[in-house]
């Protein structure tokens, strides 16, 4: 028995070791070249009108600068919390730029983003096309030269088609996230 838990104690040090080896990449504040993706749900509430939602959601970002980077959103709702729902579809694409304050392999951010939305109300059939404003603040935190884990904050502005009120929103999300350094900065810098 006492075999068994040297092992695993012993496995759980090379691992602890080999992820801060592997991140030190990524410690060192060398990003560019990087590029992040995830899939994730964004519990929502709306501000202007009662109403919780759930979003299906997911992003592809692109570290072109140690501090900057260039992000693409998708989001689809997925169902309500609150009943009778004043939202009944909408599908969301967003891109904008994120601007990075790297401490080690901490990456508190913010961003902004524009983009279209496809919004339809509970009782309407027809769909709306709507602009999109976003707002966004998160953290990333590198865990392994591949995994990282992040909390986003967003808050999304839209005009509502159907009222004079803005159709504004408050979405949240965070978990595991999953990037690939495509370009080695350090082999860079040594050619040159």
Request: one cysteine or more; aromatic letters at 16%.
């Amino acid at each position: 028995m006492e075999i068994k838990k040297k092992k695993i104690g012993l496995a759980f040090v090379f691992s602890v070791l080999s992820v801060c080896t592997f991140a030190q990449i990524l410690h060192k504040g060398e990003r560019a070249g990087l590029i992040q993706s995830t899939a994730t749900i964004y519990p929502s509430a709306q501000l202007n009108t009662k109403g919780l939602n759930i979003y299906l959601g997911g992003y592809c970002n692109y570290h072109f600068d140690n501090k900057y980077s260039f992000r693409g959103d998708g989001q689809v709702l997925m169902g309500t919390q609150t009943k009778p729902a004043y939202i009944d579809k909408n599908y969301q694409i967003l891109a904008g730029f994120n601007r990075y304050f790297p401490v080690k392999r901490f990456d508190p951010y913010v961003g902004i983003q524009a983009g279209l939305s496809m919004i339809q109300s509970e009782g309407r059939s027809e769909m709306v096309y709507n602009s999109v404003f976003v707002l966004r603040s998160g953290l990333d935190f590198h865990v392994y030269r591949f995994f990282y884990f992040f909390i986003d904050l967003q808050y999304s502005h839209q005009v509502d088609p159907w009222h004079s009120r803005p159709l504004d929103q408050f979405m949240g999300s965070g978990g595991l996230g999953f990037q690939v350094p495509i370009k080695n900065v350090r082999q860079k810098e040594d050619n040159e």
